[in-house]
């Protein structure tokens, strides 16, 4: 069984300060990790994802996160935070695919707030 | 390209009221197809997908239920609607095999 854990709820910077969300996952496969983000009432964007090859994957927005197979976790970083990330967002663990399904665990979401 | 579609965006219904939830894909041919709920202060559950037209899995027992008439068409529907059904539904596709979803704008349904 795979799971996903956000270990934070709520995380807030100010602007112009370094970000870090943290995912830990638990897979019993080599799991594919996605990072999506949710502006309110809108859908979810992939900001960027893990699929086995490079373990520093560059995303959109300034966004990267570093898959660490020994410490299972995939947390999301950036340098210098905007006022336009602040948003929930989401750690998502995918099994291989099989029978035509891709199943996804999301975690419960961290919400950043960004400080003027 | 490719772009997903969701109707309404909100809606606002009594209890014990039918629901009917739609969402299309364009530029695509045989995705797999997804419902997610997500309720307020919780993560993303998924309630249904659907690897072809009339084939659809649950994966949360409720008073929900999903069709596929079409490819790219995918509808979410009630006959009675209760409170516990609020929430932001959303709706995703994948490529067959693929890794990654892609999301529709979501639709605000909110049981009164």
């Known amino acids: 069984a795979q799971s996903v854990t956000q270990l934070d709820s709520h995380v807030s910077v100010s602007e112009g300060t370094p970000v870090l969300l943290r995912c830990n996952y638990s897979?019993?496969?080599?799991?594919?990790l996605f990072w999506y983000v949710q502006h309110p009432n809108k859908g979810l964007q992939l900001l960027l994802k893990?699929?086995?090859?490079?373990?520093l994957v560059k995303g959109i927005n300034g966004f990267e996160a570093e898959f660490k197979k020994s410490e299972t976790s995939f947390h999301l970083t950036k340098p210098s935070a905007h006022m336009s990330d602040a948003a929930e967002y989401f750690c998502v663990v995918s099994d291989p695919y099989s029978g035509g399904y891709q199943k996804v665990t999301f975690g419960t979401g961290t919400k950043l707030q960004v400080i003027p | 390209s490719q772009t997903i579609h969701q109707w309404p965006a909100t809606l606002v219904q009594p209890v014990g009221s039918p629901l009917s939830l739609e969402c299309t894909v364009e530029?695509?041919?045989?995705?797999?197809l997804y419902w997610y709920r997500q309720a307020a202060g919780r993560g993303l559950q998924l309630l249904f997908y659907s690897v072809g037209i009339g084939q659809i899995s649950s994966e949360v027992p409720q008073n929900l239920s999903a069709s596929r008439p079409q490819d790219r068409q995918f509808i979410l529907s009630s006959k009675k609607l209760l409170l516990s059904d609020s929430g932001f539904y959303l709706c995703a596709w994948s490529v067959l095999g693929g890794y990654e979803q892609f999301f529709g704008p979501g639709t605000r349904l909110t049981v009164l």
């Open positions: 530029g695509t041919s045989n995705p797999n």
């Open positions: 893990y699929t086995s090859a490079a373990t």
């Open positions: 897979s019993s496969y080599s799991p594919s």
